[in-house]
């Protein structure tokens, strides 16, 4: 293993400083446990890479978004064209603002990614519900900051996206119409909604700070789960040190994303928006076609394919709110889908099933595109409510490793 | 590993196109084909006559009706242009002040190069009064803000046809190839001739509308070419600086296995 020294604790090299306040305020044993010596299952792969991704996509967004909120103003008089002057005369400011609009994308995709390995992988199941769980928080918290940062710019698709999902609360029984009122801070999308718009969207990423730190304490209390889905803590052999295994792998994954990233950035900015968004907004002119950014879709093909306003609402924040029952309606005790012959069909069926509402969401919703959108809201729901719960207690999974190193020799001389 | 790797990528790759294609593919029946333009590509540059040609019958036809509020005359020292032809270009529209005089009134002034491209109308109102109901949209950001961009814009602007047999074109109503539903308030802007270029080029509306094309597109992503010129440099980066990873990476592994 790595010898080298590191001037934080536990290595053999002392610094007169670092020793000082560590005595009194652990901060370099901390570190040193929890990105140093952290053992981590040997065989993870690359999908394993999208953790930490997320969370410096994160970081990106709240820094540009830091610098984009200095020469931002959240009037509705100014909101547009004030974006416009970030374009044309901040110094880089096109550049910070193509990042922190791409970042969206970005932040999205990794996380998308990230849910599906958990989901490939059973990573939800125990001991990890709460950590699954908090993650369910981020991906709200996520949908939410991702909603509100798209209106601020002011254009057309801002307006009239804030003015479908604002009503959406109209749906609640008895007390619908006042709390669009409330939320809105009128009769209507207005200047009080964009100035709390802008507030809240400034908030909710340090509440998604602090709910990520909380998924990662859960995540170091039982440790990352792994391809085999088996327990690592039998065998010494099975874990390495995160660093400078993992701090290199995933060094090399964020080499990979960047480049992606930056295609996008600088040769393809609006591929992602929708071109309609650099119309001022218009309260008095509907777009022809009103549709959420790519990630929220899926939710959007659900809410649309129910033909009763409250039961598609319900419906909508249902798909989202099942994921977490997960743990309880997949009673299998095997975690990896790699043993599990029928859950692992299921898996793929379930992944294309997303991306059919994806597709479904976009389409103007009438004829096939709506009745496709109907059978994929109906599989959705069957596969958590229906096919899990069955396929978890009939299955026959095929027999786990003892252990990591048993299989991964294995492979290795094959 | 590098296997691997190319397993993790491609399906997610997958996904993204799957996901924002459909997006983008909802807008309709009408076909907009593909020109290409100086500035089409990852290393595509404005062609600064184009430019010049473009800003000439934005000036000279465009600007009858269309504002472009957010760009500046300083803006044109872009195309080409020199401080002082951008002085005089400035110079000769006469703005409104914003800030009153000592006497608290609002004076008529010459334009500087430092305001924004002077409007045709006080407001849409006016602007709607004078153009039989029709608001001629601000053209700053006309190529970003349409569904095909650029090519969309062109095929536009060279979309103007006789109306097919059986379809009534209602008084005031242009039929128009590429604009959905095809019936436009905007009579046909260009016709042969319809400005005289200083450099010889052709006047023909196939070449006025892509010279105007370039233009309004400069105007919509002034800053196109110092992003792709940046964008070389920071993906080149990247890549060898993942490669010298990848190799770290492998590395660090070895002694592992």
């Known amino acids: 293993m790595s010898t080298s020294s590191n001037p934080a604790t536990g290595a053999p090299k002392k610094n007169g400083i670092v020793e000082w306040i560590d005595y009194r305020l652990p901060i370099f044993t901390f570190m040193n446990h929890e990105l140093r010596e952290y053992p981590t299952p040997k065989n993870l792969n690359y999908w394993w890479n999208f953790g930490s991704l997320a969370g410096i996509v994160l970081v990106v967004m709240i820094l540009s978004g830091i610098f984009l909120a200095m020469n931002y103003t959240a009037h509705v008089d100014h909101a547009f064209v004030s974006v416009e002057r970030i374009m044309r005369d901040v110094n880089y400011g096109w550049l910070i603002r193509y990042i922190h609009m791409n970042g969206a994308s970005m932040f999205f995709l990794v996380v998308y990614i990230h849910i ?64 669009v009122t409330w939320l809105w801070g009128g009769f209507s999308v207005d200047n009080p909604t964009l100035n709390r ?30 391809p085999l889905g088996i327990d690592t803590k039998k065998n010494p052999k099975d874990s390495i040190p995160f660093h400078p295994y993992y701090t290199v792998k995933d060094m090399f994954g964020l080499g990979v994303f960047l480049v992606i990233y930056a295609a996008f950035v600088f040769f393809a900015p609006n591929f992602f928006g929708e071109p309609v968004n650099y119309v001022p907004a218009n309260p008095l002119q509907t777009p022809s076609e009103i549709v959420p950014e790519w990630y929220l879709l899926p939710f959007y093909a659900i809410l649309r394919s129910i033909p009763d306003k409250l039961a598609g609402v319900i419906a909508m924040f249902g798909a989202i709110f099942i994921l977490f029952l997960l743990p309880w309606l997949d009673s299998s005790k095997v975690r990896s889908a790699t043993f599990r012959p029928i859950y692992k069909q299921l898996f793929w069926i379930f992944l294309v099933d997303c991306i059919v509402l994806g597709w479904a969401g976009a389409q103007h919703p009438e004829g096939a595109p709506l009745l496709i ?42 | 590993m590098s296997i691997n ?18 997006a983008f593919a909802a807008e309709g029946e009408i076909k907009i ?116 961009g650029s090519d969309y814009l062109y095929a536009l602007l060279t979309g103007y046809k006789p109306a097919p047999a059986g379809m009534t074109v209602p008084d005031g109503m242009y039929y128009n190839d590429s604009f959905l539903g095809h019936l436009i308030a905007m009579a046909p802007p260009l016709s042969d001739g319809a400005v005289t270029y200083a450099d010889n080029t052709a006047t023909t509306v196939p070449q006025l509308a892509k010279d105007v094309t370039t233009f309004l597109t400069w105007a919509a992503e002034p800053e196109m070419e110092e992003r792709k010129r940046l964008g070389v440099k920071v993906v080149l980066f990247l890549l060898l600086m993942t490669g010298v990873i990848f190799a770290w990476k492998r590395k660090v592994w070895k002694d592992l296995h």
């Open chain 1, 116 to 179: 599906f390995r958990g989901l490939y992988y059973g990573s939800y199941k125990p001991p990890r519900e709460l950590l699954w769980w908090l993650g369910l928080v981020i991906l709200i918290l996520m949908m939410a900051t991702a909603f509100l940062g798209y209106v601020l710019p002011w254009g057309q698709m801002s307006f009239w996206g804030a003015t479908v999902i604002t009503n959406l609360f109209s749906a609640i029984p008895l007390v619908g119409e006042p709390i």
């Open chain 2, 5 to 22: 790797l190319r397993r993790a990528l491609l399906p997610a790759l997958g996904l993204l196109a799957a996901l924002s294609v459909p």
């Open chain 2, 33 to 148: 084909p593909k020109q290409s333009w100086s500035f089409s590509g990852p290393l595509g540059t404005y062609d600064r006559a184009a430019l010049q040609r473009g800003f000439q019958i934005y000036k000279e036809v465009c600007s009858a009706c269309h504002a472009m509020s957010l760009v500046a005359y300083r803006n044109l020292t872009a195309l080409g242009f020199s401080d002082a032809e951008v002085k005089a270009i400035a110079a000769s529209v006469e703005v409104q002040d914003k800030e009153p005089n000592d006497q608290g009134e609002y004076v008529m002034r010459q334009g500087r190069a430092a305001d924004h491209f002077k409007a045709p109308f006080a407001n849409e109102q006016a602007a709607r009064a004078a153009n039989n109901g029709a608001y001629p949209p601000d053209l700053s950001l006309i190529t970003k803000a349409r569904v095909g």
């Open chain 1, 373 to 414: 959108g109907r059978l994929a809201t109906a599989y959705y729901f069957l596969h958590f409510i229906v096919l899990l719960p069955l396929v978890s207690k009939f299955e026959k999974p095929r027999a786990l490793p003892e252990s990591i190193s048993t299989p991964v020799l294995k492979t290795e001389k094959a």
């Open chain 1, 197 to 226: 718009f802008f507030s809240l969207h400034y908030l909710l990423p340090f509440v998604i700070v602090g709910v990520v730190m909380l998924h990662l304490v859960a995540l170091h209390t039982h440790g990352s789960n792994n």
